[in-house]
């Protein structure tokens, strides 16, 4: 395991991240979470992520006793914003009051007296952007958060966020935690380019696509949630056929060869593995080992690749690129380009 920085910080965090939503659903339970928690520290991961709602507070509850004696050896992110209590308005959103309250219910599950990162988990239209960042910073100041990161968001709001933070003097989002993977490559057109403009560390969720990079649905399995079938989508066949053969012919797993192209994508991304048994962890784990070669990188990336719409592919036109850089673009390097 090597490691990385949390955005702009000198935070130091693994190059894989555990992620306990899995903890406190069905089998997953205190026995079970605290090998893969065990298993995930001895090949030298720090990075543990959860939720209040992960379990309805269990992951949290689950986390707290296996940290005892060792909370230090980890970087614990816990998130706020979603439905804590149906018949309370205010449980839900990212005002001040559920900010406030919500960190306050997860400190106690956790048993700790902070949280390493604090993830906004999703965008609250009703709460303003200042009112967010204000509090947030309010936090920070306190001591009971360390650092702050954002998912869910769009690369507008995100950009914005920032900036005010900045002007402000209040503390800036570090990381955005998305959904990016094969089958997921959106984020590509906003939300990666802002996340490099603002030097943050993207942490990508559903890294297999919900196991659909895994190859398990072809076999006839479901997942947790009851997911199942093959795809419909002669694009999302595409790119688990070429995952599928990239995979047996470098003596890999389909979630070994997933996770390492993610490893490999430009800018600071950090795949959040979740798994339910040790046996999925330690696969998951070995992705760290998988070189792949330029041709599967060319492949995994052509089979894959989004649309990105406009003004992206209106402004990659070469006739336009003439217009806007002068005839001589072709010449030109730009190193602070993830493109070419």
Known sequence: ????????????????????????????????????LDAYAEAGGNFVDT??????????????????????????????TCVTSDDDVNSAGNHRKNLVHSVEASLERLRTDRLDVLWVHARDDFTP?????????????????????????PAWEIAQANTLAELRGWTAFAGSQLRYNLLERTPERELLPQARGFDMA???????????????????????????????DPREDAVVDAVLEIAEQGGWSPAQVALAWLLGRPGNV??????????????????????????????LDEVSAPSLGFPHEFLREPGIRRNVYGPHWRDIRNPRSSTD
């Open 270 to 299: 950090v795949p959040i593995i979740g798994a339910t048994n040790e046996r999925q962890l330690a696969d998951n784990l070995a992705s760290l080992d998988v070189g792949l070669d330029a041709d599967a990188t060319a492949r």
């Open 51 to 80: 939720a209040d709602i992960y379990s309805e507070g269990a992951s949290e509850t689950i986390l707290g006793k296996l940290l005892e004696g060792r909370r230090d050896r980890f970087v614990l992110a816990g998130k706020y």
């Open 202 to 232: 993207v942490f990508a969720w559903a890294p297999l696509a919900a196991g659909k990079l895994t190859g398990k649905y072809r076999r006839g399995e479901t997942g947790r949630l009851g997911e199942g079938g093959t795809a419909t």
């Open 1 to 36: 395991m090597r490691y990385t920085l949390f955005g702009r910080t000198g935070l130091r965090v693994s190059e894989l991240a555990l992620g306990a939503m899995t903890f406190g659903w069905g089998a997953v339970d205190l026995d079970a979470s605290g090998p893969l």
């Open 129 to 153: 952007v200042d009112e967010v960042m204000r509090a947030l910073d309010d936090l920070v100041r306190s001591g009971k958060v360390l650092y702050v990161g954002v998912s869910d968001w």
